[in-house]
Structures are given as C-alpha cells and as structure tokens.
C-alpha cells in the first residue's frame, strides 16, 4: 500500500496561484497512476487532473482547469504536484491526492487540503 500527504492549501486572492504537493511512502512510485481530485461543497467529489507513468508519460485535466492547472511529478521525492494558476471562486474546494495500481480504481487517498480562493 501507499500512503499520500497532502500540503500547500491555504487562502488565495483570484488570479493568485498555489502549489500543492503530495508525499507518497510505502509502495514503488511509478507503479502508481497519480491523480488530483477536488470536492467542493455540496458537490461531487471530481478527477481534475491525472498522470500516469505508461507511455513514458501522460496527464489528464478536467475542462474546468485545463490551461489553469498543471500536473507534475518529482520521481526522486516521491511526490506529485499540482500547480495552480490564475485561481477562481469556484476552485475552492478541499483537494486530495489519490493513487491507483494499474487497471485498478483509486484506492488510496491522502486526507485532503483546503484551498479557498477569495475575490
């Protein structure tokens, strides 16, 4: 099993960015699809962003970040990040890292960050 961290939420003004990172322990990091999920709410909880190491490498981003956020991996760290740009209201939400093995559904969950973005 793998356990994830999350850190880096906070309170940002509109048009602010933050970084959020990930800390991965206890299984082989590339054998793990990574991803980003984010809940506001009242809302469903929802992949926004995915990287996975097959094909040397590819990502997916929900249509609400695409151009905004960017998915990234520091394989030596044990860490995936996710960077946010040109925030909104609506990003608000608590964020959380998860994990997959291949050909499984996420499994593995971090306990979530809070980011609030203000007007």
């Known amino acids: 099993q793998v356990q994830l961290v999350e850190s880096g939420g906070g309170l940002v003004q509109a048009g602010g960015s933050l970084r959020l990172s990930c800390l991965a322990s206890g299984g082989t990091f590339s054998s793990y699809n990574m991803g980003w999920f984010r809940q506001a709410p009242g809302k469903e909880r929802k992949l926004i962003a995915h990287f996975t190491w097959s094909g040397g490498g590819s990502t997916y981003y929900a249509d609400s970040v695409k151009g905004r956020f960017t998915i990234s991996t520091d394989n030596a760290q044990n860490t995936v990040y996710l960077q946010m740009n040109s925030l909104k209201p609506e990003d608000t939400a608590v964020y959380y890292c998860?994990?997959?093995?291949?050909?499984?559904?996420?499994?593995?969950w971090g306990q979530g960050t809070q980011v609030t973005v203000s007007s």
């Open positions: 998860a994990a997959r093995g291949y050909g499984t559904e996420y499994a593995y």
